[in-house]
């Protein structure tokens, strides 16, 4: 308004966002990109919380403290053991993937946090963290969560095809990108499928699984689908591009959403990093993963990227090399511009 004084705070003074990972058995180097992909991007500092196995601490430690310092002031971390604090922890840690239930955990664990992003493993930032986070504002009064879609089209969706359990909407959801409002979750007492009372998160979750265990085919996102059915009101649905996965584009292009403004979060699931079935998928991570991190952007890392996907051109991923390629050159204009503005302000070079 006329007359009135804009302030806005430095990213670097505002509290960190915090981002939370589970990571056993070979996941480290996933893992370890993923977080890369985060820093590089990202402008407000972050709070890594990384659940992982015994054996994996100290290489996450060691690999961490090896990053330049002008990358590890950006971020602070902690690594937590595996732990479940209700049902049997052996039934947990078999659930689907090994660990990948400890997800459901993260709103007893953290207890401090007040929301969180979720991302799996085989996630790659193509934007800043910050473009995310700021969705936790348009949540209403009733939603602390938010993912995407599993499928855009039910006729291929695997939900509307084979589910034997309740699941969100018309095609369920896919939970390898979660955002949560932690103290939301915590407050909130779930409708369910076993008592006629509403139940909280923690006293829901091994009732819930011990009821459709035997119906339940992805594990912990099975469990999420069906707590969500049974209470729609509480999940913010955002669109495809910021959980962007091979069914995307491996059966056409159907994410209106990346074809527009290109992917923001890309989900490799499947193994597609480290195989030949997606070699699109496969370039962006080799290419963030060799990125020397004091090297130019454009030049180590947009560059390599253009002329790994001239080689994929053949594929169904390959065709749409725009819907990958957007938001990086976006955001990496961005970051230039910002060290630019840094680097003249700093030598009052105007």
């Not at 500092?45 to 060691?62: G, M, N, Q, V």
């Not at 309740?166 to 007492?189: A, D, K, W």
């Not at 990227?305 to 955001?331: A, M, N, W, Y």
Request: proline share 6%.
């Amino acid at each position: 308004k006329p007359g009135e004084q804009k302030h806005s705070k430095e990213p670097s003074s505002l509290p960190c966002m915090h981002l939370a990972v589970v990571a056993c058995g070979d996941r480290l180097e996933e893992t370890l990109i993923m977080l890369k992909s985060a820093v590089l991007f990202s402008n407000r500092r972050l709070c890594f919380h990384i659940f992982a196995e015994d054996s994996l601490k100290p290489e996450f430690e060691k690999k961490l403290k090896e990053w330049p310092s002008s990358y590890t002031k950006k971020f602070e971390y902690n690594i937590y053991p595996i732990t479940f604090s209700v049902g049997n922890a052996q039934e947990w840690k078999k659930l689907f993937k090994p660990c990948a239930a400890q997800r459901l955990f993260l709103p007893v664990i953290l207890k401090d946090v007040d929301s969180l992003l979720y991302v799996d493993t085989d996630v790659l930032f193509l934007r800043p963290i910050d473009d995310i986070w700021h969705i936790l504002k348009e949540f209403n009064s009733t939603q602390l969560a938010a993912m995407a879609p599993e499928h855009e089209i039910p006729k291929i969706g695997w939900y509307s095809r084979f589910a034997r359990h309740p699941y969100y909407g018309t095609t369920g959801v896919n939970s390898g990108v979660m955002l949560m409002n932690l103290t939301r979750i915590r407050n909130t007492q779930f409708k369910n499928s076993m008592i006629p009372s509403g139940l909280t998160w923690e006293e829901m979750l091994y009732p819930l699984y011990q009821k459709y265990k035997n119906y339940i085919t992805w594990g912990d996102q099975d469990l999420l689908n069906i707590i969500f059915y049974f209470n729609p009101e509480c999940l913010y649905v955002f669109p495809c591009q910021w959980n962007y996965r091979p069914d995307h584009c491996m059966y056409g292009s159907n994410c209106k959403g990346a074809e527009e403004e290109g992917v923001s979060i890309l989900h490799g699931n499947r193994g597609v990093y480290h195989d030949d079935k997606q070699p699109t998928f496969k370039a962006l991570y080799e290419v963030i993963r060799d990125f020397p991190f004091e090297d130019n952007l454009f030049q180590s890392l947009y560059y390599p990227l253009q002329s790994k996907f001239l080689d994929t051109v053949h594929t169904l991923c390959g065709r749409i090399p725009q819907v990958f390629l957007k938001q990086i050159e976006k955001t990496m204009k961005k970051v230039y511009e910002n060290r630019v503005i840094v680097y003249l302000g700093a030598n009052h070079r105007y």
